[in-house]
């Protein structure tokens, strides 16, 4: 408890300031928190509530530990980082929250104190260390890694290594993930190199930029392939600004906020000349639509934020708003829908995606009870708290209707973590991208692809 | 043996967690205690000494033995929704938390009941078996989250209780543990009204203070064959005020009859759930009516007339399900919806005769005048429960203790039109005093003496329900010199 002087200290509102064991720039924003309650209506949407039970993993309890550093109650030491760290940062409290408090734009920035107060040693700082500043933003080097597991995939080694039992040398969430690795193709960064432009199949209506994604375009470039598709045959005129690289959203999500405007300012300036940023990965979406966050002591900065995000749209939402055409051909299948949090919780496209779907001649959707649920993924929440990740998967996994063939989603660290869930729980459904359907459907109307 | 993980000294705390038997069933570090220093009422707060997460009735009984043999302070908690207090561990409490023992063990659709365990969310119940065409009709705003077994503790009420009751009504037995460490059964069949005294109506409602409440067999109701909803809107409050009271005179009884006033609707409308409400009326009717589907329509015009004689401007039934579904969310969202106009709020809960609606909300008024702080009220209007929500800036000097009295004078406001001090959210910590309005010190004592029947060290849940136990013993010795006074 506080000693008395410290509480007569609180009584002089000048004093409070500097009570606060924030010691940082760009510190948890009072604003945010003042708004909450502590009504508890955001218990029951938190998925590490619903699996501790405990409150210092809940939403308000978050919110009220975070203040109380700023309040000077507590100190940012590791017992602190614990309960904030342990946050997915999916936001499903911001939807349930019935004064808006922004939870996730506060853990963002608790986040930063600590990271910025206890840097990250040892194996997690290695790890993040590796992956968010050395591979995300270098193009290259992710292309290499790319090419890398084409190899490892193509060159028999994959069936090497798990036929010889090699891969139980690896923690088992990686092995988990090696199960489910994509097949790796050709990033569309690199296949549309030389063109400026790429024109729509028919009358041009209007130019988009399309962000490929880091992680997306090596691992997912199909997707990005048939976004490209989705976006031409619905009068899009499609450029893929040079200069742009990862949206940041890993590293604001592990506190590197400086990473992160890093990042923010190469995409700022990279999508200068475009009217609209097209986005296919919903956690990128909502990285780029909250650019402004970052640059709160920036005035000239957030200016050119705020006129950034104002031109982000996810896919579904841009084709939704801008009409597309309903495809023609049948696909015959029965689907379940999956609202990746960073669409629903973080961008609020819930029904565009849906209608989507649901206009594929033959599509049939089954309902998902709680589909906007996290499933554990969260950026690299998989790869950093597995425990965690995996008891939110189970949770998820129990909500997947077994008699669908398919699960679509708008996101690819979704799409990765629920392979991995049909995996472990033994079930068959194939993994899809929302806009991969349409394009298959236009595939096949066109006579091309057969499915 | 002790338990992996745990890193103390402190003997309690590693003999508490050999009773729950895993480092994870237990908290005691200051950082994850915090989160638990109040619950949904924010003005007192009190770190407890930790936090234990029992998994069944015999580890609670056991966590209550040891308490009680080393007269450690404890209470029982839920989601700690509660709004006024009742799980705030004041004396440094070992918090007993029950959102571990969450499951519902039994439904008996013949019988119409279920048996749940303390720590199962309002909402879910009725989630579970609503597909048979069931639920359970106590609905708190808070049922998305709140527990039942806190709704036994405060008697939680909700929009539809103007029709179906209070949680009371629908409680038909108890599992509880004594503050010694005893397991009891009251209603052990789930037949209703058994002989005896009614044991089940003192432990429901009695806000922790007797037991902790253990499993809960629960009335469940078949859904009404049809709904329908009404919003209504109105210019002057007065005029909401008595369409209210016509529609009940009216030999209507709506399942539910809720009323919002002018800056209320402003805090709903900024929120997250808005639904367009306009910004310059007075007050704003919700009416609900169900039943068997035939008549309904017949009450729903019944309604329009009502409304329409009382100079009402725009009254209509809902479209469909997804509208009346947003017009609720919108209501039962208000108390949090606040956070969106205010950066802190005390909610109040009194209880007056419809017919005293306009002179109260006038009196209202006047205290927010008067204090300076604004009181948006959202209220049951149907059974004369409002809640006047003050708002107000815990930060600026002096306005957490301004809202205080302001609440405390609603409340007075209400106890002298012959009203009560609270309807459904519970004493706890912030209407002790006020219970002096509407009891002597004579009838205060008369609870006091039964809290010690059950509770006679007073470790369970101390300091709440009544007013500050000091104050209490002096009245008790000052009754005692005067009754020696009198005899000799």
């Known amino acids: 408890m506080m000693s008395l002087l410290e509480a007569e200290l609180k009584k002089d509102p000048a004093c409070t300031t500097s009570l606060s064991n924030y010691l940082a720039k760009d510190h948890p924003d009072e604003s945010k928190w003042a708004d909450c309650v502590h009504c508890g209506m955001c218990l029951e949407s938190c998925p590490t509530y619903e699996i501790t039970g405990q409150e210092q993993h809940s939403p308000r309890g978050r919110v009220h530990l975070i203040k109380s550093v700023a309040e000077g109650r507590l100190s940012l030491n590791e017992q602190f980082m614990d309960p904030v760290f342990?946050?997915?940062?999916?936001?499903?409290c911001t939807t349930a929250c019935p004064a808006d408090v922004e939870v996730g734009g506060l853990i963002e920035e608790a986040r930063g104190q600590i990271r910025q107060a206890m840097p990250l040693t040892g194996v997690?700082?290695?790890?993040?260390?590796?992956?968010?500043?050395?591979?995300?933003?270098?193009?290259?080097?992710?292309?290499?890694?790319?090419?890398?597991l084409r190899f490892y995939q193509k060159s028999g080694m994959q069936k090497v290594v798990r036929k010889s039992k090699l891969i139980n040398i690896m923690p088992q969430h990686l092995v988990d993930m090696e199960a489910i690795m994509p097949e790796v193709k050709e990033p569309v960064r690199k296949k549309y190199k030389d063109?400026?432009?790429?024109?729509?199949?028919?009358?041009?209506?209007?130019?988009?930029?399309?962000?490929?994604?880091?992680?997306?375009?090596?691992?997912?470039?199909?997707?990005?392939?048939?976004?490209?598709?989705?976006?031409?045959?619905?009068?899009?005129?499609?450029?893929?600004?040079?200069?742009?690289?990862?949206?940041?959203?890993?590293?604001?999500?592990a506190g590197d906020r400086d990473m992160g405007r890093k990042l923010a300012k190469q995409n700022i300036e990279a999508f200068k000349d475009s009217d609209k940023v097209i986005v296919?990965?919903?956690?990128?979406?909502?990285?780029?639509?909250?650019?402004?966050?970052?640059?709160?002591?920036?005035?000239?900065?957030?200016?050119?934020?705020?006129?950034?995000?104002?031109?982000?749209?996810?896919?579904s939402k841009h084709l939704y708003d801008t009409g597309y055409e309903i495809p023609k051909a049948e696909l015959k299948t029965r689907i379940t829908y999956h609202d990746a949090c960073h669409l629903a919780h973080g961008q609020g496209i819930r029904q565009e995606p849906r209608d989507l779907l649901l206009n594929i001649p033959g599509v049939e959707m089954v309902h998902m009870p709680n589909s906007d649920r996290c499933c554990g993924s969260a950026g690299i929440y998989n790869i950093t708290n597995p425990e965690m990740a995996s008891a939110v998967l189970d949770n998820k996994m129990q909500n997947v209707p077994e008699d669908v063939e398919m699960i679509s989603m708008g996101n690819p660290g979704c799409m990765l973590q629920m392979a991995m869930g049909v995996q472990k729980h033994g079930r068959t459904q194939k993994i899809v991208h929302t806009v991969q359907l349409l394009d298959w459907a236009y595939q096949k109307e066109d006579g091309k692809g057969e499915r | 043996m002790a338990v992996k993980g745990i890193k103390t000294t402190d003997r309690h705390i590693l003999n508490l967690a050999n009773i729950v038997g895993d480092a994870r069933s237990i908290i005691y570090h200051k950082e994850d205690l915090i989160a638990y220093d109040c619950d949904g009422f924010t003005l007192h707060r009190h770190l407890p000494k930790a936090v234990v997460f029992p998994n069944n009735t015999e580890d609670v009984a056991a966590l209550v033995k040891y308490c009680s043999d080393h007269q450690l302070p404890f209470l029982a908690r839920g989601a700690g929704t509660g709004l006024s207090g009742g799980a705030i561990p004041l004396n440094g409490e070992v918090i007993i938390s029950l959102v571990k023992m969450k499951k519902l063990l039994s439904v008996d659709f013949e019988n119409r009941r279920a048996v749940v365990q303390p720590g199962f969310v309002n909402l879910k119940l009725t989630n579970s078996i609503?597909?048979?065409?069931?639920?359970?009709?106590?609905?708190?705003?808070?049922?998305?989250?709140?527990?039942?077994?806190?709704?036994?503790?405060?008697?939680?009420?909700?929009?539809?209780?103007?029709?179906?009751?209070?949680?009371?009504?629908?409680?038909?037995?108890?599992?509880?543990?004594?503050?010694?460490?005893?397991?009891?059964?009251?209603?052990?069949?789930?037949?209703?009204?058994?002989?005896?005294?009614?044991?089940?109506?003192?432990?429901?409602?009695?806000?922790?203070?007797?037991?902790?409440?253990?499993?809960?067999?629960?009335r469940i109701l078949k859904n009404p064959e049809s709904k329908k909803t009404v919003l209504a809107y109105f210019d002057k409050v007065e005029d909401g005020s008595q369409a209210v009271s016509d529609i009940v005179s009216a030999g209507i009884v709506p399942a539910a009859l809720e009323m919002m006033d002018k800056t209320a609707i402003e805090g709903v409308e900024a929120a997250a759930f808005p639904v367009g409400h306009p910004k310059d009326i007075e007050a704003v009717l919700l009416i609900e009516v169900d039943g068997i589907e035939a008549g309904l329509d017949e009450q729903i015009n019944q309604i329009l007339d009502v409304c329409k004689n009382r100079n009402?401007?725009?009254?209509?039934?809902?479209?469909?399900?997804?509208?009346?579904?947003?017009?609720?969310?919108?209501?039962?969202?208000?108390f949090g919806a606040m956070g969106a106009i205010s950066p802190d709020y005390l909610v109040q809960d009194g209880v007056i005769p419809r017919s005293k609606l306009p002179e109260v909300l006038n009196k209202i008024n006047k205290i927010s005048e008067e204090s300076g702080l604004r009181i948006a009220n959202i209220f049951h209007a149907g059974d004369g429960n409002l809640h006047p929500l003050v708002l107000f800036d815990a930060r600026i000097p002096g306005q957490s203790a301004k809202a205080l009295e302001a609440g405390s004078a609603c409340l007075q406001a209400c106890a002298d039109v012959g009203g009560t001090i609270t309807g459904e959210h519970g004493v706890g910590i912030e209407k002790r005093e006020e219970m002096r309005f509407v009891f002597t010190d004579e009838e205060i004592i008369a609870q006091t003496d039964i809290r010690e029947v059950f509770n006679p060290d007073n470790l369970l849940n101390a300091g709440k329900l009544f007013p500050m136990p000091g104050r209490c013993v002096e009245i008790k010795r000052d009754l005692k010199e005067k009754e020696t006074a009198i005899t000799s």
């Not at chain 2, 401007?313 to 969310?329: C, F, N, S, T, Y």
């Open chain 1, 195 to 253: 063109v400026n432009v790429i024109k729509s199949k028919g009358e041009t209506k209007r130019e988009v930029a399309f962000l490929t994604g880091c992680v997306m375009d090596v691992m997912f470039s199909d997707i990005n392939e048939a976004s490209i598709n989705v976006l031409t045959r619905n009068g899009n005129d499609v450029t893929i600004p040079k200069n742009q690289t990862c949206c940041g959203a890993l590293h604001v999500h």
């Open chain 1, 124 to 148: 997690k700082g290695a790890v993040s260390k590796v992956f968010l500043q050395g591979l995300f933003p270098h193009q290259n080097r992710l292309n290499k890694l790319g090419s890398l």
């Open chain 1, 280 to 315: 296919n990965a919903a956690g990128c979406g909502c990285a780029l639509k909250e650019y402004p966050e970052l640059f709160r002591d920036d005035p000239e900065w957030h200016e050119k934020a705020e006129e950034f995000s104002a031109k982000v749209e996810d896919i």
């Open chain 2, 130 to 218: 609503s597909d048979k065409g069931y639920y359970y009709a106590p609905d708190p705003s808070s049922q998305y989250c709140c527990t039942i077994g806190g709704n036994v503790a405060e008697n939680a009420g909700g929009a539809h209780c103007l029709k179906y009751g209070v949680t009371t009504n629908h409680i038909l037995g108890l599992e509880v543990v004594l503050p010694n460490g005893e397991i009891i059964e009251i209603g052990a069949n789930g037949i209703p009204d058994e002989p005896g005294y009614d044991l089940l109506g003192l432990l429901t409602g009695s806000e922790g203070t007797l037991g902790i409440v253990t499993k809960i067999t629960v």
């Open chain 2, 312 to 334: 009402v401007r725009e009254v209509r039934a809902a479209k469909d399900e997804a509208e009346r579904g947003r017009w609720w969310a919108n209501r039962k969202t208000g």
């Open chain 1, 86 to 92: 342990a946050c997915l940062d999916c936001r499903a």
